[in-house]
């Protein structure tokens, strides 16, 4: 994966960032995260330990979400809500042409997927979600374990430090990671959505109750009518923030209507589980892409 790579498409008036790479079958990684977030700046290169592997055998593209990485921020504050990003997300698979793919999506970016499995389906060919505590029923942890980083926000340290407490292991903390995070972090338009979504209070006043809201309506989507295309799970069993009894919950309400349903525990793996067992994740992603009818 090399920062060099990546390439720019207009999704409904907004520059979209995203790297491809391989040939064949269409494999979309979202990332998690979100615009403006004071811990730290995901994008698509969350996905550096496993793009160039995956490529191997897949056509790849992982996308910045709306507002984050290299992707324009939202043209109007309506916009700064986790609604607009499935919609930017399902925008973007059609601007790009795929077809029916293979989602991949992590924490925020699971529930990404999720939302696009059940509410475009025509796009979809498999959904797999990805330690995702906003997919899940249950309290979120992450102001917790994630609580008190180093100051300055969003600096090396204070991502590093960040990045250390979502893992069992820090071994895939890697200098190129951090750079690219330090520099998304230092873009204008990250100042932006941080003004947008902290001294605005629109994480409060709008982002939170509106993702509650549509969780809500999602898990009733789930438990009455179900995703219509393949799903699996896989998660770290040591995620601090998602746990995995959140996870068995969110596959319970799969697998109710579809006997079809997988879900994968990683050992000695924290919230980034694809990033900490690269080949182990990408082996399960290969066996689960390969039998999805």
């Known amino acids: 994966m090399r920062k060099e790579d990546g390439k720019f498409i207009d999704v409904d008036g907004v520059r979209t960032h995203y790297y491809e790479k391989g040939e064949g079958t269409p494999l979309v990684l979202f990332h998690g995260g979100a615009f403006g977030h004071p811990t730290a700046a995901d994008s698509a290169w969350d996905w550096s330990t496993n793009f160039d592997l995956l490529a191997e055998r897949y056509r790849v593209i992982a996308v910045d979400k709306l507002g984050q990485g290299f992707t324009d921020n939202p043209k109007i504050d309506a916009d700064y809500c986790m609604a607009a990003t499935v919609r930017h997300g399902a925008d973007t698979l059609r601007a790009l042409d795929l077809g029916p793919a293979d989602l991949v999506g992590h924490s925020r970016g699971g529930y990404l997927t999720c939302r696009i499995t ?51 292991s820090p071994n895939h903390i890697t200098t190129d990671w951090l750079d690219i995070c330090c520099e998304i972090a230092s873009l204008p338009k990250y100042q932006e959505a941080w003004d947008k979504m902290e001294t605005e209070a629109l ?44 996870g068995w919950v969110l596959w319970d309400l799969i697998a109710k209507h579809r006997s079809d349903a997988q879900f994968h525990i990683i050992n000695q793996a924290g919230h980034f589980s694809y990033r900490e067992h690269p080949k182990a994740f990408n082996e399960l992603i290969h066996a689960f892409v390969n039998t999805a009818e």
């Open 203 to 246: 994480r409060l006043k709008q982002f939170a109750p509106g993702l509650a809201a549509d969780k809500s309506k999602m898990f009733a989507l789930l438990r009455d009518e179900g995703l219509k295309r393949p799903t699996q799970i896989i998660w770290g069993k040591n995620d601090p923030t998602a746990s995995l009894d959140q």
């Open 118 to 168: 059940l509410d475009n389906p025509e796009l979809v060919r498999s959904c797999t979600i990805v330690d995702s505590n906003t997919s899940s029923p249950g309290v979120e942890l992450n102001g917790i374990v994630l609580g008190n980083p180093p100051e300055p926000r969003l600096s090396r340290e204070s991502h590093k430090w960040i990045f250390e407490h979502y893992s069992y």
